[in-house]
């Protein structure tokens, strides 16, 4: 098999790695560090203005007609604020500084919305991207309300103004979501030769966010490399997520097969947008919780591989 053939069929997987292995390189290799210390956030610079492409290039194959809510969505809704909350009074009533560390890591991967990006792996497994794409409009809103009110509980300490920080969520939501949504309603409505070659390719989206995945997971490593905690709890801080990936995704599943969207619903509520997580949780609460979210990061996106393979295979998804 060759090397091309090999990348088509385990893209993700080929993305963390790359992304983790030249971080490595640039990071412990005394001769390149000063390189990587410039293009470490040139390369981060990069990354929404290709998420916003990405998203651009997939809301182009939406049906405006089709964009409205369905009841699954709030039922997940729900089942997130529910799941959130009841770690929240795990992590009031924990006092172990270890523990309460791997307690606000579930928190994180929980409580964080649903990932921009998520559309592009949806229409991949061939799931409604439309269905998807207001389910995290609304998860995002949402999380915009729930974080504000929870994150104080988790860290009394914090300085979170209630206001600011829903209107700090709201604007990342405008710029990452509405607008490309926007534009790409007016290409389908103006211009429609452009339009038409968007709809008509499969796979820009996916590698381009690939590229964005490759850029994320060397800012993942990055954090495990500084983080400043024991090798266990290091450990179960990158390990736990993968149940938490699980468990959501199952979930996810499971309420969205009665109406027929089990794909799209796995996907709303197992791929989450942990850069957001990161940067609440550097801003906010403990740093070293955000290796949990990176953790989270690699496990969703293995995940993902191994559905986008079996899909590749046998052409559907069985679970």
């Known amino acids: 098999m060759g090397i091309i053939q090999l990348f088509k069929k385990w893209s993700l997987l080929f993305a963390i790695a790359v992304g983790m292995t030249v971080y490595c390189v640039f990071r412990f290799i005394t001769p390149l560090q000063g390189i990587g210390s410039v293009a470490g956030p040139i390369l981060q610079s990069l990354?929404?203005?290709?998420?916003?492409?990405?998203?651009?290039?997939?809301?182009?194959?939406?049906?405006?007609?089709?964009?409205?809510?369905?009841?699954?969505?709030?039922?997940?809704?729900?089942?997130?604020?529910?799941?959130?909350?009841l770690l929240v009074l795990v992590i009031m009533h924990t006092?172990?500084?270890?523990?309460?560390?791997?307690?606000?890591g579930c928190f994180l991967c929980v409580i964080c919305p649903t990932a921009a990006a998520a559309a592009v792996i949806t229409e991949k497994l061939g799931g409604s991207i439309t269905s998807l794409t207001i389910y995290t409009i609304i998860a995002n809103c949402v999380t915009s309300i729930i974080i504000p009110l929870?994150?104080?509980?988790v860290e009394p300490s914090a300085n979170i103004p209630f206001l600011s920080m829903s209107l700090m969520i709201l604007k990342r939501v405008f710029t990452v979501l509405v607008m490309p949504l926007m534009l790409a309603f007016i290409t389908r409505r103006y211009l429609h030769q452009l339009?038409?070659?968007?709809?008509a390719s499969k796979n820009i989206g996916y590698y381009l966010w690939c590229f964005n995945l490759t850029i994320v997971s060397g800012?993942?490593?990055?954090?495990?490399?500084?983080?400043?905690?024991?090798?266990?709890?290091?450990?179960?801080?990158?390990?736990?997520?993968?149940f938490v990936s699980v468990f959501q995704f199952s979930i996810g599943k499971a309420v969205g097969y009665p109406f027929g969207d089990s794909i799209t619903a796995g996907q709303a509520l197992g791929q989450k947008n942990t850069i957001v997580g990161i940067w609440l949780t550097i801003t906010f609460l403990n740093p070293?919780?955000?290796?949990?979210?990176?953790?989270?990061?690699?496990?969703?996106?293995i995940i993902n591989a191994v559905q986008i393979r079996y899909k590749e295979k046998y052409g559907y998804i069985k679970w």
């Not at 651009?56 to 709030?74: D, Q």
């Not at 006092?95 to 606000?104: H, I, Q």
């Not at 024991?230 to 736990?240: D, F, H, M, R, Y």
């Open 219 to 242: 800012v993942t490593m990055h954090n495990i490399v500084e983080s400043n905690v024991s090798g266990v709890i290091l450990a179960l801080l990158l390990i736990i997520p993968l």
């Open 150 to 153: 929870f994150f104080p509980l």
């Open 288 to 301: 070293l919780v955000a290796i949990a979210a990176g953790g989270y990061l690699v496990w969703q996106n």
């Open 195 to 199: 339009s038409d070659s968007i709809r």
């Open 95 to 104: 006092t172990n500084p270890d523990a309460r560390l791997l307690w606000e």
């Open 47 to 85: 990354m929404p203005w290709c998420l916003f492409l990405i998203l651009y290039v997939t809301f182009c194959k939406i049906e405006v007609k089709e964009l409205r809510p369905r009841t699954w969505h709030f039922i997940l809704q729900g089942i997130r604020i529910a799941l959130s909350g």
